[in-house]
């Protein structure tokens, strides 16, 4: 796992670690780089209007946002979000956090899938917002640099992210058709999605 891109860090701990060690063994590489990139994009946002924030819960949370998209933690009733809300309960229960901090983590991965939260109000939700939009559908992509955007892809390629990604959000929506997801599959998010900036400009290096 890369520590610094471009001058944004990622935090460390035995936290972030098994974090990370649970999203590389469930997710795919590309699900997997989504969740790394969501966390450095939404830490550059922070960092750029100076802003404080929970470096942990931020990492941990972008690590396990999108695990209820793999099918061992997929739910057959409820959204992905909300599933992995209660992935993440279960997960940092087992790292030993308090209730309060185990219900952030949740309610950071099920926020981020609703209407955008002010950074005064719940700041690491916003940041998860910020970086999983930037990352996905390209919302907000436009206030990141160039060069952080290549130091971001360089390490974290997106081996044909956008087109998986949609592929889960309607394959989510055929399943379960009240959920956000759908919505989003029935707009024009996936034509955003798979017109990613990042997606045609080839700035992978291996």
Do not use: N
Request: hydrophobic fraction near 45%.
């Amino acid at each position: 796992m890369r520590k610094d891109i471009a001058g944004v860090r990622a935090p460390s701990g035995p936290a972030v670690d098994a974090a990370r060690l649970v999203c590389a063994e469930y997710a795919d590489e590309a699900l997997y780089h989504h969740s790394s990139r969501a966390y450095f994009f939404g830490a550059a946002w922070a960092e750029a209007r100076g802003l404080d924030f929970d470096r942990e819960l931020l990492f941990v949370s972008a690590m396990l946002h999108d695990l209820a998209l793999t099918p061992p933690f997929d739910s057959h009733a409820l959204p992905f979000e909300e599933a992995g809300g209660h992935l993440a309960r279960v997960f940092t229960a087992g790292l030993g956090w308090p209730a309060e901090r185990r219900d952030r983590a949740a309610e950071l991965i099920v926020l981020h899938m609703r209407d955008d939260v002010a950074p005064e109000v719940d700041v690491e939700s916003r940041l998860l917002q910020v970086g999983t939009s930037a990352d996905v559908s390209g919302t907000g992509f436009d206030m990141f640099g160039p060069g952080f955007c290549e130091a971001l892809v360089a390490a974290y390629p997106r081996r044909g992210f956008a087109a998986s990604f949609v592929h889960l959000f309607r394959d989510q929506a055929r399943r379960k058709p009240g959920c956000v997801a759908a919505e989003l599959v029935a707009g024009d998010w996936p034509e955003r999605t798979l017109a990613h900036p990042l997606e045609a400009r080839p700035l992978e290096r291996d």
